[in-house]
């Protein structure tokens, strides 16, 4: 199926290259071999009582932050929480940088609710299944028309006490480049009136490098993210909570906040600063 490409499509500068420049050092194969396997098999079995999530039981939240937790260490990814406190608060909206399929557990693993991720994402194998679980609310990235439809929904979702998870850039950068915050999300939070809570995510490797090892650009499959994860001995993501940002009334100067507040500055938005990989 062809899609239409239009002026307002957010559009990723991450290709191949990302991943090599912040990719792990070559480690012995088959002790890769190994360890990719076993992983994959952990998380295959984990995914199997994914239906159990749905189960309305007290206590919830909990279950589903654990379990997020948990099938990361079967991918071999570790998470570290910095900044301020966490608030338990009902219907706010979450937003973050955009580096992988990753993210969302990531966040489930912290602030767990209803993610806006691309249609597409429900038919995946396995990931797929778990989308519908957490409520994904679907965005047909190539649809102009069906994003007002998007945005209200998130609205009335935060109206009734949920929390949503959104992702202003649009699409996926590689966690060394990044894209700006579109403000068509955060019109959500202003119309419900609900805060938004900035969350900054930065993938590195034990010894502290940047690394790009999972993330899902240009031209990469499901597959291809997934293996580089599983055959990388340990990747640390550490979840920086910032401080609640209030709505405000005009969308565009709330989502400038909440970029600064996930950016910490707004330049260089758009270069790839591979030396950082060393």
């Known amino acids: 199926m062809t899609v239409i490409e239009h002026a307002w499509l957010p559009r990723t500068l991450c290709d191949s290259s990302c991943v090599r420049a912040g990719g792990a050092p070559p480690s012995r194969r088959l002790v890769a ?6 992983r994959i098999a952990a998380a295959l079995m984990l995914l199997m009582v994914v239906p159990l999530l749905a189960v309305p039981l007290p206590g919830r939240g909990r279950v589903q932050r654990l379990y997020c937790r948990i099938f990361l260490r079967c991918l071999g990814v570790r998470i570290t ?13 979450v937003v973050s940088g955009h580096v992988s399929w990753v993210d969302t557990f990531v966040i489930g693993s912290v602030l767990p609710g209803a993610f806006v991720a691309r249609a597409d994402l429900i038919d995946w194998p396995a990931v797929g299944l778990a989308a519908r679980i957490m409520k994904v609310i679907p965005i047909d990235r190539a649809s102009l028309r069906r994003l007002p439809q998007v945005v209200a929904t998130v609205a009335e979702r935060l109206r009734n006490g949920q929390t949503v998870v959104a992702f202003p850039e649009g699409t996926t950068w590689c966690g060394l480049a990044y894209g ?9 939070a202003v119309d419900s009136g609900r805060p938004v809570q900035p969350l900054r995510l930065t993938y590195h490797h034990r ?15 499901l597959w291809q993210s997934l293996s580089r994860t599983v055959r990388t001995r340990v990747t640390v993501v550490d979840v920086e909570v ?8 005009d969308r565009r100067e709330l ?20 030396a950082l990989a060393g």
């Open 33 to 38: 071999a190994v360890r990719s396997t076993y």
């Open 81 to 93: 929480v910095s900044g301020g406190p966490i608030r338990n608060l009902r219907g706010v909206l």
């Open 180 to 188: 700006q915050f579109r403000p068509a999300m955060f019109q959500a």
């Open 207 to 221: 010894d502290g490098r940047p690394s790009t090892v999972t993330a899902f650009v240009g031209d990469d499959s």
């Open 242 to 249: 910032a401080s609640l940002e209030l709505p405000g009334t």
């Open 255 to 274: 989502a400038g906040r909440c970029e600064v507040a996930v950016r910490g500055q707004i330049a260089p938005r758009f270069q790839h600063s591979h």
